[in-house]
């Protein structure tokens, strides 16, 4: 299983903006689907944005369609989040994880289960 380090979280308020990274130090990430996964207190782990890389393609949650961005940096095994105009309901423990690139973008981020997660990111956002 590909470990992860998060980082970027932070609190904010409503309307502001985060850059979260995701780092797999010493692992190639071509040939795997990386998706961002948030935990809310007491919630499940529920996909918010997935992304191939290899192609780039990507699939985002519909609360975050039009406010957050995924993208990679294939040189350097890292993964980011730009996510805009955050709201409270975003607020959560964000995590990274990678299936094999057999899965789509969608089976990723809605469908797939992973047995470990790595410590994540923290995300706050309230007035």
Not at 7 to 23: D, F, H, N, T, W
Not at 97 to 114: D, H, I, N, P
Request: aromatic share 12%; with cysteine.
């Amino acid at each position: 299983q590909v470990l992860f380090v998060a980082s970027g979280g932070g609190s904010v308020q409503p309307g502001e903006s985060l850059r979260l990274s995701c780092y797999a130090p010493g692992f190639a990430l071509d040939g795997y689907v990386v998706g961002w996964f948030r935990q809310g207190p007491g919630e499940a782990h529920e996909g918010v944005s997935c992304i191939r890389i290899s192609g780039g393609e990507t699939f985002y949650r519909d609360s975050v369609k039009d406010r957050f961005i995924i993208s990679r940096d294939k040189d350097e095994n890292t993964v980011f989040l730009e996510m805009n105009s955050l709201q409270p309901e975003d607020t959560g423990r964000y995590h990274c994880a990678a299936a094999f690139e057999r899965f789509s973008v969608m089976e990723t981020c809605t469908t797939l289960g992973f047995p470990s997660w790595g410590q994540g990111t923290q995300v706050t956002v309230s007035a």
